[in-house]
C-alpha cells in the first residue's frame, strides 16, 4: 500500500534556506503534494507537483523530484519566522477530486531569529 | 468566499455515543473528502463524496458514515464512538471535473472531537 514518510523536525534560523525531505512507495503516484499546518489551522496547499516533472519553483519554493528514488523535497528560500509550522508531504494517484490522498506525519519547521 | 467551513469547532462526547459533524464545501466546488487527523499524525482519508454518493473509501470501519446533499454540503458521522476516535476531522473540497484532471483540494479548519 501507499506509504510516505517525513522526518519530524527541522530547526533553522532566519534568513537560512530550509529544506524538507519526503520519501514514498508508490510508484504509481500521479500528483505529489506540499501543505502547511499551522496551529489550530486546516492544512493549506502550498504547491504540488505532477510525476512527470523533476522540479517546480514558485517565489520562494521550490520543488524537486527523484522519481526513480521516490524522493520528495521542498526547499524554503530566505526563511522567515513566520514559516514556522508543521509541513505535510501528500501523494494520490490521480486528481483530488478523484480519490484520496496519503499524508506523511509531517516536519515541525522552527525557524529561530 | 466563506471558503470551507466546518461545524462544530469543538465537540465532547463519551465512549458508546454517536457524533455528527459537517462541513460546507467552497463555492463552486462539489466534491467533498474527508480525513482524520490524530495528534501528532498526518491526515487519513476517510471517504469522499461526489453527486451524492460515497465515491471512494479509506480503510475506515461501518461506524463511519457519511452523506452529501443536493446543495454539495457533507455530514460525517461516527456511531458507537471509541477513545481513539478523539481527533481532528477536516473536511475538503474541491471541483469533481473527472479522475484524471487535477483541481486544487481546499480544507477547512477542522472540529476537534474529544471522546472521554
Known amino acids: 500500500g501507499e506509504d510516505v514518510e517525513q522526518s519530524l523536525f527541522l530547526s533553522v534560523r532566519e534568513g537560512d534556506s530550509s529544506v524538507i525531505n519526503c520519501t514514498y512507495t508508490d510508484s504509481s503516484s500521479t500528483y505529489l503534494y506540499w501543505y502547511k499546518q499551522e496551529p489550530g489551522a486546516g492544512l493549506q496547499l502550498l504547491t504540488y507537483i505532477f510525476s512527470n516533472m523533476d522540479m517546480k519553483q514558485d517565489q520562494r519554493l521550490t520543488v524537486l523530484l527523484n522519481k526513480k528514488d521516490k524522493h520528495l523535497s521542498l526547499r524554503i528560500a530566505d526563511t522567515q519566522t513566520g514559516d514556522s509550522a508543521i509541513y505535510f508531504c501528500?501523494?494520490?494517484?490521480?486528481?483530488?477530486?478523484?480519490?484520496?490522498?496519503?499524508f506523511g506525519d509531517g516536519t515541525t519547521l522552527t525557524v529561530k531569529p | 468566499d466563506a471558503g470551507v467551513t466546518q461545524s462544530p469547532t469543538h465537540l465532547i462526547k463519551t465512549r458508546g455515543q454517536q457524533v455528527t459533524l459537517r462541513c460546507s464545501p467552497k463555492?463552486?466546488?462539489?466534491?467533498v473528502s474527508w480525513y482524520q487527523q490524530a495528534l501528532g499524525q498526518g491526515p487519513q482519508f476517510i471517504f469522499q463524496y461526489y453527486e451524492e454518493e460515497e465515491r471512494q473509501r479509506g480503510n475506515f470501519p461501518d461506524r463511519f458514515s457519511g452523506h452529501q446533499f443536493p446543495n454539495y454540503s457533507s455530514e460525517l458521522n461516527v456511531n458507537a464512538l471509541l477513545l481513539g476516535d478523539s481527533a481532528l476531522y477536516l473536511c475538503a473540497s474541491s471541483a469533481g471535473t473527472g479522475f484524471s484532471s487535477y483541481n486544487e483540494q481546499f480544507f477547512g479548519p477542522g472540529t476537534r472531537l474529544t471522546v472521554l
Open positions: 501528500a501523494e494520490s494517484l490521480e486528481g483530488t477530486n478523484a480519490g484520496k490522498s496519503t
Open positions: 463555492s463552486g466546488h462539489d466534491t
